[in-house]
C-alpha cells in the first residue's frame, strides 16, 4: 500500500508507518486491493486526514469500520458520496442535527464539508471488504488509529472528541481529559438511536458553544 497522506499527518505518524506492524497491514491491504472489492477506493483511504491538517484539527468524530455498500465509503467516517442514499446511522445524525441547530437535512450524504472546517472523520479501522463488515479489523488499522487520537491529544489542546457508542467511547483512555473536550452519548445507528441513546443528545450545538468560547470558528454543521 502506497502511503499517501497531508504532510503534517506523515510528520507526526512516520514512525508508524516505518513499523513493523504497519508493513504488514500495507501488504495485507495491497493484497486486499488486488484480489477482492474494497471501499473506500484506495485513494481515498487517508481522506479524513487530508481535508483536516493535524493543526486545523477542532472536532474529532471517530467511527469504527467504513461502509461495505457499493460506492459508500469516500474516506470519511458515517460519510458517503455523492449521490448516495444515506444509510441509518447518517439519517439519525441529520435529525438530531435539525432537532438541535433547525437546520434542514441535507440531499448530499458526503460530510466532507465539514472535514474542511476542521472537523477529523476518523474510523477506527480505513478500509472494509465489500458486503464483510469488519473483515479488515484487528490487522493493524486500530493500532494505527489509536496512535492518531494519542498524537492528537499530545500534540494539540482543546479538541472536542465526539465518541458515539461503547467502541468510540473505549476510546477515551487515550485522551487527556484536562486539555480535550469529551462528549458522549449512544450511538446513531438505530439499534442504539431507537432505544433513546442517541436522539437529544445536542452534540452539534454544544460543539458550536465550546467552540465559540475558545474565540474560534463555530462549525457549520
Same mark, same amino acid.
Given at each position: ?132 463488515? %469488519? ?7 486500530? =493500532? ?5 487520537? +494519542?498524537?492528537? $491529544? #499530545?500534540?494539540? !489542546? ?27 452519548? %449512544? ?7 431507537? =432505544? ?5 443528545? +445536542?452534540?452539534? $450545538? #454544544?460543539?458550536? !458553544? ?12
Amino acid at each position: 500500500m502506497e502511503v499517501s497522506i497531508e504532510s503534517s499527518w506523515q510528520k507526526v505518524l512516520q514512525d508508524e508507518f516505518n513499523s513493523d506492524y504497519f508493513k504488514e497491514l500495507s501488504e495485507f491491504v495491497k493484497a486486499e486491493y488486488s484480489n477482492q472489492i474494497v471501499y473506500p477506493p484506495a485513494s481515498k483511504i487517508f481522506a479524513s486526514f487530508d481535508a483536516a491538517p493535524l493543526d486545523q484539527v477542532k472536532v474529532v468524530i471517530i467511527g469504527q469500520d467504513p461502509y461495505h455498500g457499493d460506492g459508500q465509503a469516500n474516506g470519511l467516517c458515517f460519510s458517503v458520496a455523492d449521490g448516495i442514499a444515506h444509510p441509518p446511522s447518517l439519517k439519525n445524525i441529520f435529525k438530531v442535527i435539525e432537532s438541535d441547530l433547525s437546520l434542514p437535512i441535507p440531499e448530499s450524504g458526503n460530510l466532507e464539508r465539514w472535514a474542511k472546517q476542521g472537523v477529523l472523520l476518523l474510523n477506527a479501522v480505513l478500509t472494509v471488504r465489500k458486503s464483510d463488515a %469488519g473483515s479488515h479489523a484487528k490487522k493493524g488499522w486500530e =493500532r494505527f488509529t489509536d496512535a492518531v487520537i +494519542k498524537t492528537i $491529544s #499530545q500534540e494539540r !489542546e482543546d479538541v472536542i472528541f465526539l465518541l458515539w457508542g461503547g467502541f468510540a467511547k473505549g476510546k477515551a483512555k487515550l485522551i487527556d481529559k484536562k486539555k480535550h473536550h469529551i462528549l458522549t452519548s %449512544g450511538h446513531p445507528s438505530p439499534l442504539s438511536a431507537n =432505544r433513546g441513546y442517541w436522539f437529544g443528545n +445536542k452534540h452539534f $450545538s #454544544q460543539v458550536n !458553544e465550546i467552540l465559540l468560547k475558545m474565540g474560534k470558528e463555530t462549525i457549520q454543521w
